[in-house]
């Protein structure tokens, strides 16, 4: 591909979309390219390997898609969190703060006022591939992203909820939730191994259980991993205990958030 086909065919690239695209010539080629459009104020550096092109949006107001940008900040990145909330079409606030997953040890990079910021995804998953079972490719504005399932999602907003605004804001964003598939989302709370996520999605799915419907027998399969002692929803309220998913819900009531009622 001709380097000016590319840039005007990629919003965004990193450097090694723009190596495949340059078909294996010098990198000194590469360099050369790259100088010539920042300099002309074509393109921006968001961080080393990673470039928005600016369209002359400079001074418009005009912005990238950061989320599909948080996708790029590392070679394999995938919105995460609350960004793949975002994505998915279930957040109910807008951040400022995009959130990845990655195994590298790519760092925090500011952009814009913006904040991207890496998670290392839990131990469990490298034995299993790495989780890419339950990452997605999905469309926005005509560019590709790398976005962890829904089913992935929801089960780790509830798992690490500070990471997804706090448990207000994914309570009510996993009431946007449409549909889950079953499987997928059983094995992948089996294979992370945590009770305490077990009691917090069983009682999601107890809440939302006439318009999920999620089979019978796989919440008793949920149900045989959640803890023996029970644990918080939020440690920062006093709760009542929800007995059949040993969790203590907040007492306070939370209409917009399906009133926490199990």
């Given at each position: 591909?001709?380097?000016?086909?590319?840039?005007?065919?990629?919003?965004?690239?990193?450097?090694?979309?723009?190596?495949?695209?340059?078909?294996?010539?010098?990198?000194?080629?590469?360099?050369?390219?790259?100088?010539?459009?920042?300099?002309?104020?074509?393109?921006?550096?968001?961080?080393?390997?990673?470039?928005?092109?600016?369209?002359?949006?400079?001074?418009?107001?005009?912005?990238?898609?950061?989320?599909?940008?948080?996708?790029?900040?590392?070679?394999?990145?995938?919105?995460?969190?609350?960004?793949?909330?975002?994505?998915?079409?279930?957040?109910?606030?807008?951040?400022?703060?995009?959130?990845?997953?990655?195994?590298t040890k790519a760092r925090a990079t500011a952009?814009?006022?913006?904040?991207?910021?890496?998670?290392?995804?839990?131990?469990?998953?490298?034995?299993?591939?790495?989780?890419?079972?339950?990452?997605?490719?999905?469309?926005?504005?005509?560019?590709?992203?790398?976005?962890?399932?829904?089913?992935?999602?929801?089960?780790?907003?509830?798992?690490?909820?500070?990471?997804?605004?706090?448990?207000?804001?994914?309570?009510?964003?996993?009431?946007?939730?449409?549909?889950?598939?079953?499987?997928?989302?059983?094995?992948?709370?089996?294979?992370?191994?945590?009770?305490?996520?077990?009691?917090?999605?069983?009682?999601?799915?107890?809440?939302?259980?006439?318009?999920?419907?999620?089979?019978?027998?796989?919440?008793?399969?949920?149900?045989?991993?959640?803890?023996?002692?029970?644990?918080?929803?939020?440690?920062?309220?006093?709760?009542?205990?929800?007995?059949?998913?040993?969790?203590?819900?907040?007492l306070e009531s939370h209409p917009e958030a399906?009133?926490?009622?199990?």
């Amino acid at each position: 591909m001709k380097p000016e086909l590319f840039l005007n065919t990629h919003s965004m690239f990193t450097r090694a979309e723009l190596q495949a695209a340059l078909q294996g010539r010098a990198r000194a080629t590469e360099d050369s390219f790259l100088s010539r459009w920042r300099r002309q104020g074509r393109i921006a550096r968001v961080k080393q390997g990673v470039f928005v092109r600016l369209d002359g949006q400079v001074g418009t107001g005009l912005l990238p898609d950061f989320l599909t940008l948080a996708s790029r900040m590392a070679p394999d990145a995938a919105a995460a969190y609350h960004s793949a909330l975002e994505v998915h079409g279930c957040a109910q606030s807008i951040l400022e703060r995009f959130t990845f997953v990655t195994w590298t040890k790519a760092r925090a990079t500011a952009y814009l006022g913006r904040r991207f910021v890496p998670v290392r995804p839990r131990k469990q998953l490298k034995a299993a591939g790495g989780g890419e079972r339950w990452i997605e490719r999905a469309e926005r504005a005509g560019t590709e992203l790398r976005v962890t399932s829904l089913e992935r999602t929801v089960a780790d907003v509830l798992d690490r909820p500070a990471l997804a605004g706090g448990i207000d804001e994914v309570w009510r964003s996993l009431s946007a939730v449409p549909a889950l598939d079953p499987e997928p989302l059983l094995e992948y709370v089996e294979l992370l191994g945590s009770r305490t996520l077990a009691a917090r999605l069983g009682f999601f799915l107890d809440c939302r259980r006439n318009e999920l419907v999620f089979p019978g027998e796989l919440l008793e399969r949920l149900r045989a991993l959640i803890p023996r002692s029970p644990v918080y929803l939020d440690r920062r309220r006093p709760g009542r205990l929800v007995s059949r998913w040993s969790l203590i819900v907040p007492l306070e009531s939370h209409p917009e958030a399906g009133g926490f009622q199990g």
